[in-house]
């Protein structure tokens, strides 16, 4: 579980891509006490640590995840967003992520607004039910507030503090970020299915 606060932003150091890819990713997190099997979000991306030393850590990436997520265009220096799993105890600042990302978003749209960025990304259609105003998601990790839904477009703002703390800023138009929704949103929704 995670919940889209970003604790660092590392970068790709090595990279290999025969079979499942191994990457390697530099960090400033403590990694004394993360252990081999243990999970840190990669831009979102729940990823199992396979070794690791004082300063980096390596994963494993599946078939699978390269398919769903903007993993299959990760290079050597690709920054991404890190957050190590909760422990029992620890602060909820964002929401509920699980780092099971449902797929890519799209920026449609990118604009200042005073001291924010403001994006407008657009995400399959199939997942416009999840989206509502002043709702949560997550992109590349990151937890934000929804202002504003039409269909599968929604805006976010992203204020000072997130771009000098993510790579969120670093996203132009046309490019994709991974998506998770709402855990609640995705819950609530299958109830309402049940009922019908």
């Known amino acids: 579980m995670f919940t889209g ?5 590392g970068a790709i150091t090595a990279l290999d891509q025969q079979g499942d890819w191994r990457l390697t990713v530099a ?23 396979i070794d690791k030393c004082s300063n980096h850590f390596m994963v494993q990436l599946s078939a699978e995840t390269l398919a769903k997520t903007t993993a299959g265009h990760w290079r050597v ?18 929401h509920m992520l699980l780092g099971h990302v449902d797929g890519v978003a ?5 604009r200042v607004d005073q001291d924010s960025l403001r994006f407008t990304f657009e995400l399959p259609a199939a997942f416009a039910r999840f989206l509502a105003p ?27 503090h997130t771009q000098q703390m993510t790579t969120l800023a670093e996203r132009l138009i046309g490019e994709d970020v991974n998506f998770e929704v709402d855990m609640m949103a995705r819950y609530i929704d299958r109830l309402m299915q049940n009922r019908a």
């Open 134 to 160: 002043k709702g949560s998601i997550a992109l590349d990790g990151v937890s934000l507030t929804i202002n504003e839904v039409e269909g599968a477009r929604f805006g976010v703002n992203i204020i000072p």
């Open 106 to 110: 799209r920026v449609l749209e990118r």
């Open 27 to 49: 960090t400033a997190l403590a990694l004394g006490d993360v252990a081999l099997g243990a999970s840190v979000a990669c831009s979102g991306v729940c990823l199992t640590v």
């Open 77 to 94: 220096g690709t920054r991404l967003n890190l957050e190590r799993a909760l422990r029992v105890g620890d602060e909820l600042g964002g």
């Open 5 to 9: 606060i970003i604790q660092d932003t």
